[in-house]
């Protein structure tokens, strides 16, 4: 059986805590014989600036260029706040993406039956979910230059971000959007803002042009990212695959996971190409939530978003759809039992802490046999 070379980082706040149930999982896995796996870990984030006074070392960026898949926690917290901008937590997140080149970033939002009553919205909007949403991850106003702060003479300030996309940039992540959506219900959403952006109006051309070259037996829609903000919470049902870039793709995402009842349930995979030379796609698996300061250090953190990322490494990088399914079914058989973490939490339920989630998500795979 064919080592996997994972590399773990957890970063900031809750994110240690929600490593810490995913490494019981792996190690389950592993002893199970589903996979074997090498581990390394190493810090990201304002752990590592504690350490290194950067927020990635470069070592750690070597060990990420060496790993099969990286599986990372979250990044940031109040501690940092008065860091320099190039060193602050998130800094380490956003080298690791840029770096790597991992510009496809899927976030899955899927209800758990179990789960309807715990969304912000009624039982029949959300019951059966499953949106995916399909983010670009390394361009846009998140990279763009120039980006500044300057002092104006007059003692005033003004500060510049630019958002930027290539056409390169778009057909890509539009491919990888079609291709998804040709797995599940064969429909796209492109959203951006062509009515007030540049980058909106090449955005919605080329993901135009590469459907209708490529991917004409895909049903394609665009929507403008206010209106599509507004039909994910008015008929969240209605979406198949939502395709849009890195700042829209950030703010829909945690629109769409509260519609799965938190965020604390969201997974995610942020891929590169495959490589030429090895075949090999590289790829960093990560919970679309932060490091939740105001719950960190209390062991309230739900590890779902975490396990359920690793489902992605199992199923995107290392080709394992077997133990991806296996887990997915161990998560819906927890919540289906009633337990719950605080986030999700309802009357008459289980309540569990974050190593009681993911012990009772241990329990269920061993019972699967
Ligand atoms: P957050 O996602 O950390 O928290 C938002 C809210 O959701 C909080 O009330 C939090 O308690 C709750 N929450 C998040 N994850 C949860 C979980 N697993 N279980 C239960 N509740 C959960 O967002 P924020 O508070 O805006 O940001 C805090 C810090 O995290 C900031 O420094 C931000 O930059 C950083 N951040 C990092 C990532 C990342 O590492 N990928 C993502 C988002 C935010
Ligand atoms: C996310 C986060 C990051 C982002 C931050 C921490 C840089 O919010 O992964 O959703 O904005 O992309
Ligand atoms: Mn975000």
Excluded at 52 to 67: H, L, T, W
Excluded at 291 to 317: E, F, Q, T, V
Excluded at 332 to 353: F, H, K, N, P
Aim: proline share 4%; hydrophobic share 45%; charged share 25%.
């Amino acid at each position: 059986m064919a080592t996997h070379k994972l590399l773990l980082l957890p970063g900031d706040g809750i994110g240690p805590e929600v490593m810490a149930e995913v490494k019981k999982v792996v190690g389950w896995l592993d002893s199970h014989g589903f996979a074997s796996f090498s581990i390394e870990e190493d810090l990201v984030g304002g752990a590592a600036y504690d350490e290194n006074g950067v927020p990635i070392s470069d070592d750690a960026m070597a060990k990420a260029f060496d790993a099969d898949a990286i599986l990372l926690g979250a990044v940031g917290g109040p501690k940092w706040n008065t860091v320099g901008f190039d060193v602050r937590p998130e800094a380490g997140l956003l080298r690791l993406r840029k770096d790597l080149q991992l510009f496809a970033n899927l976030r899955p939002a899927v209800c758990y039956p179990a789960l309807a009553e715990a969304s912000s919205l009624k039982r029949d909007l959300v019951e059966g979910l499953d949106v995916l949403i399909v983010r670009e991850l390394t361009g846009g106003v998140y990279f763009g230059e120039p980006k500044t702060i300057t002092d104006l003479l007059d003692g005033q300030k003004r500060a510049v971000d630019t958002q930027v996309y290539e056409s390169y940039e778009i057909e890509r992540i539009a491919r990888v959007a079609f291709e998804l959506a040709r797995t599940r219900s064969n429909r796209v959403v492109s959203t951006e803002k062509h009515n007030v952006m540049k980058t909106g109006v090449l955005w919605k051309q080329v993901v135009s042009e590469v459907h209708g070259s490529e991917f004409s037996d895909v049903q394609l829609e665009h929507q403008l990212a206010d209106s599509c903000g507004m039909q994910l919470v008015r008929n969240p049902k209605q979406f198949d695959v939502i395709v849009t870039d890195n700042l829209f793709g950030d703010i829909l995402s945690d629109v769409a996971a509260m519609l799965t009842g938190s965020l604390g349930m969201l997974p995610s995979a942020s891929l590169g190409s495959v490589e030429e030379i090895s075949g090999r796609r590289r790829a960093l698996y990560e919970p679309v939530h932060g490091a939740a300061p105001d719950i960190a250090g209390k062991g309230l953190a739900n590890p779902i978003a975490m396990i359920g990322s690793l489902g992605m490494a199992m199923r995107y990088s290392f080709g394992l759809g077997e133990a991806a399914d296996k887990l997915d079914a161990a998560i819906a058989g927890v919540l289906a039992q009633g337990y719950r973490t605080a986030d999700i939490y309802s009357d008459g339920m289980t309540r569990v802490g974050t190593t009681g989630m993911g012990d009772a998500i241990l329990a269920e795979l061993g019972k699967a046999g």
